[in-house]
């Protein structure tokens, strides 16, 4: 008889005794060796080289003194040498910490300071972003990922293919528990500095379980495609540990996400499950609409939108382009993956569903009691994937950790149909003449004027102390802002809304300012409303 975990925050099923790298890589390699693990980029990939390659890692940071808890920092694009990165590190019990690889110094600074990681393994191309960062923690070893001679500046650096080329492809995974810490992400930065989410060895089969099988039923034939990096808790189960868990194959794109690379991708191998945010959706849309040239998402069964909540706007044209439906869900880093999600034929545009299997959601006002249908309130969330802690920040864990409910900062309203609905960050939400104002609601109605391309609404104070609201729009291209086009969209709102919705101002701007995982930061546009 197997033992099974013990731990009250964890499936009972899960057994004591559990390594993801061992679950989600040695199980599926040694049950279809030749099969690709990676259908593209640039190079196919094959479960049992990926499965050896991982181990030939998870060896090299042995020899660096890498031991069981120490964390190893991964600043690598979306490739091989990520996820073997990933797993090796997971594999000998210590902790991977990976992170944006296209970041700027001081972001790579936070990050040393913050995890403390005992080695690092960087790719060339975030070198010199990273190297000056690098004194903060100057006995860290680095390993460079890199195609040819690299300049160090005199920062002694391993080469990957150096690295690895002595160390054994066989490697005994470490006897680590479903509940031991096996990685920690750090949020977005969509409300400020990022913070890191510790989590589980279990977490990741619960998330796989609950959404890649419950909701998405991912089969070995599909083919993933993400255009969400796999720094990012979306992006990490998209592209990486939902496809092996399955023995399906993922298409990578170790490249910054472009709208035409992103199509191109689609054509080239063809994949059966899309997963995207938004804001990329509607870059798509509006690539098809500049060049002309039809989307031909022939191949794909099911399109995935996560990281905001998806505009009805924007599944309506998408569908209208495609004839496929967005499966809009809302997930957070805190809970590793979606919790909240529209089901295959079932989505209510302008909805994220409803919860997937093996979480439970509830809606509560400020003193922690559960309000009406209808009524917007604080989102709190609970499920055996939720995070373990905040690295080192005890009393934020407190705050946000109510036993095992998660208090997630999100404002929603549930419909008299069980649908949920999100109305924003507790942060952005907005009070006009006594009432709350969504800006995600005001967000939707701007989206519909034929000329709005993007929209972000944030709150601003009058000279008389009250708070007024204002519109950051761009333009779909051909179109120039004015203020007789402004008043136009603010007419547009004013014929959809009541009256203590419509934004005062609308602001034109070239571009809003967005997280990499595209989130646009309300709280750059309030800072700029308020000091611009």
Not at 266 to 279: A, D, L
Not at 498 to 523: A, N, W
Request: with cysteine.
């Amino acid at each position: 008889m197997t033992a099974t975990s013990s731990d009250p925050f964890l499936p009972a099923d899960l057994p004591a005794q559990f390594n993801i790298a061992e679950h989600f890589l040695d199980a599926p390699a040694s049950r279809h060796p030749h099969k690709p693990a990676i259908a593209g980029e640039p190079l196919q990939v094959t479960y049992s080289e990926l499965a050896g390659l991982t181990d030939r890692v998870g060896n090299a940071l042995l020899e660096l003194g890498v031991v069981r808890g120490d964390r190893v920092l991964i600043v690598l694009p979306d490739s091989a040498e990520f996820i073997a990165g990933f797993f090796g590190a997971a594999k000998i019990g210590a902790v991977a910490v990976p992170v944006n690889p296209f970041a700027r110094s001081a972001d790579y600074i936070h990050y040393i300071e913050n995890s403390e990681p005992r080695a690092a393994i960087v790719h060339s191309e975030a070198l010199e972003a990273f190297l000056p960062a690098s004194s903060e923690r100057p006995q860290m070893p680095i390993v460079v990922v890199t195609e040819g001679q690299v300049e160090t500046h005199g920062v002694s650096c391993a080469v990957w293919h150096d690295w690895i080329a002595s160390a054994s492809d066989a490697l005994a995974s470490a006897k680590t528990s479903a509940a031991d810490s096996a990685f920690m992400l750090y949020t977005s930065g969509s409300g400020g500095t990022p913070k890191a989410a510790v989590h589980r060895h279990g977490d990741m089969l619960v998330t796989a379980r609950n959404y890649a099988q419950g909701v998405l039923g991912l089969r070995a034939d599909d083919v993933t495609f993400s255009t969400s990096k796999l720094f990012f808790a979306y992006g990490l189960g998209n592209g990486m540990y939902f496809p092996l868990a399955f023995g399906a194959s993922t298409i990578l794109n170790p490249k910054r996400t472009s709208t035409v690379h992103a199509i191109e991708l689609v054509s080239n191998y063809r994949p059966t499950i899309f997963f995207s945010v938004p804001t990329f959706y509607a870059a798509l849309l509006r690539e098809a609409e500049t060049t002309g040239r039809p989307l031909d998402f022939s191949s794909v069964r099911l399109c995935v939108s996560a990281g905001e909540t998806l505009p009805a706007e924007i599944f309506d044209r998408w569908k209208q382009a495609t004839g496929l439906e967005i499966l809009d869900g809302i997930g957070s880093t805190e809970m590793l993956h979606i919790f909240i999600s529209s089901r295959p034929g079932k989505g209510k545009p302008g909805s994220c569903g409803t919860p997937v299997p093996g979480y439970e959601a509830k809606i509560v006002d400020d003193a922690d009691n559960e309000v009406a249908a209808g009524e917007i309130g604080n989102f709190w969330v609970r499920g055996a994937s939720a995070f373990a802690e905040y690295w080192r920040i005890p009393e934020l864990t407190a705050r946000t950790k109510r036993g095992d409910w998660v208090v997630t900062g999100d404002k929603f309203l549930r419909d008299a149909d069980g649908y949920y609905h999100y109305c924003g960050r507790a942060d952005d939400m907005l009070k006009i003449a006594g009432m709350w104002v969504s800006p995600v609601e005001v967000e939707n109605a701007l989206l519909g004027h034929p000329h709005v391309a993007e929209a972000a609404v944030v709150g601003a104070t009058d000279d008389r102390g009250l708070t007024y609201a204002v519109a950051h729009v761009t333009l779909r291209a051909g179109c120039e802002g004015s203020n007789e086009l402004a008043e136009e969209i603010r007419g547009h709102i004013k014929a959809r809304l009541v009256s203590h919705k419509v934004p005062r101002e609308v602001r034109f701007c070239g571009e809003l300012p967005k997280t990499v995982t595209g989130k646009i930061q309300r709280f750059k546009l309030r800072a700029s409303t308020t000091h611009g």
